[in-house]
């Protein structure tokens, strides 16, 4: 793949900010969007705009195939079985709480276990500690290696006949560590649990097969692929999201309103209370189109290779601390000796480079690596070498500014 044509198709990457050309390295945040996917969600706000399913005019017919029609290209693009087991929701963290409050309310109670890791994004611990309170359940943590990877030894340690509920990041979106979800999916499965997946770091960088996972819950956000933001999926198993209740009432997941009772419909739309997201299940569609046509291994392949560069690049940087494995996804997290990592990044910001700081939405994982915050500089199929070498060279401008500084 070419990077360098890929980036053409980014309208927002043709830019300078500050005086310099735009070199944006914050995708775990949020990617940019290509033409293709604006051009899909702008001509349905300006040829085919309305509601969905009820209507029986025009208009509504094809807002329903575009709507329907995305569902059945995330459920091949993520290889799940039924199109009843897509389900869209308004991102990850929306997906995670679904199944903490519908499934996990229901099915632990006292002396059962939940097994998390330290590295999860506060999505992924703070529904399972709301839920832990409320049923008696208790919350453990796998203990993560000095790389910040994780051991299998120590999944079986921590996963018992106790551990009803297993969930974990897929890839971390501070080191970058790539989990072995499969594995530890049959052993979850072994102990009689069910495995919940956060796939907002894995799905735009990687081919995922949620029946090779065996994953019971896999959940992902559009915004992190060249989607829109505001759109999301949860996919789950149909057998146990026909045992679930939902927990938005209203719009097109009733059946029948009585009085004093109702009834849902079936799945997908039982979860998918209210207007569904139109225009962003549309925008996620495209951009799945737009994935595709690349090859999810051939991203894949690009990022290693950009991380393994990053890595190397930045090893030479004097006074340079990386955190997390050797071998990781495209993303690089690092802090300089002395110098605040929101400094970083606001120097970073003047030579045009976007980077993120800050505690990433894991504050567990700073505690546990001794930091308070870190700069992240996080790539995707649109980044380059020449990206890295600038970052490189806005990071040692970095360090002479704050020598200078401090002399």
């Not at 309305?50 to 459920?75: C, I, P, Q």
Request: hydrophobic content about 40%.
């Amino acid at each position: 793949m070419d990077a360098k044509l890929i980036r053409e198709q980014f309208p927002i990457l043709n830019q300078h900010v500050n005086g310099h050309p735009l070199v944006y390295l914050d995708s775990a945040a949020t990617s940019q969007k290509p033409r293709s996917v604006i051009e899909a969600m702008d001509k349905y706000y300006r040829e085919y705009n309305s509601n969905v399913h009820r209507g029986v005019h025009t208009l509504g017919t094809r807002a329903t195939d575009g709507y329907e029609g995305a569902r059945e290209k995330v459920r091949k693009f993520i290889n799940a079985d039924k199109i009843e087991e897509i389900i869209f929701m308004r991102g990850t963290t929306t997906a995670i709480n679904t199944v903490a409050s519908s499934y996990g309310r229901e099915n632990l109670s006292e002396g059962d276990e939940i097994v998390i890791t330290p590295m999860e994004h506060h999505s992924n611990i703070i529904p399972w500690q709301q839920v832990a309170k409320v049923t008696g359940a208790t919350l453990k943590y796998i203990p993560l290696q000095e790389d910040g990877t994780i051991s299998l030894d120590d999944v079986r340690k921590t996963v018992t006949k106790q551990t009803k509920i297993v969930s974990m990041m897929y890839v971390s979106n501070v080191l970058g560590t790539i989990n072995p979800i499969k594995e530890i999916t049959k052993i979850a499965h072994e102990n009689g649990a069910i495995m919940v997946v956060d796939g907002a770091q894995s799905t735009p960088h990687m081919k995922v097969d949620v029946q090779d996972l065996d994953c019971d819950f896999y959940a992902f956000s559009a915004h992190k692929m060249c989607g829109p933001t505001g759109v999301g999926v949860l996919y789950g198993k149909k057998a146990l999201l026909e045992q679930m209740e939902p927990v938005e009432f209203g719009g097109e997941m009733i059946d029948f309103v009585d009085l004093y009772d109702s009834t849902w419909k079936e799945l997908p739309w039982k979860f998918e209370g209210g207007t569904p997201i139109i225009a962003g299940a549309i925008g996620l569609g495209a951009a799945i189109d737009f994935l595709e046509e690349i090859g999810l291994d051939n991203i894949e392949q690009h990022e290693h290779k950009l991380a393994q560069y990053a890595l190397n690049r930045l090893s030479d940087v004097e006074g340079m601390e990386i955190y997390g494995p050797k071998v990781r996804a495209g993303l690089v997290t690092f802090n300089i000796a002395d110098v605040h990592p929101h400094d970083v990044a606001t120097v970073l910001d003047t030579e045009g480079i976007a980077v993120r700081a800050g505690h990433h939405c894991a504050q567990p994982l700073m505690k546990w690596l001794n930091v308070s915050a870190t700069a992240r500089a996080s790539f995707y199929l649109y980044n380059t070498e020449q990206d890295v070498d600038l970052l490189v060279n806005g990071l040692i401008k970095t360090k002479e500014y704050f020598g200078d500084v401090f002399i």
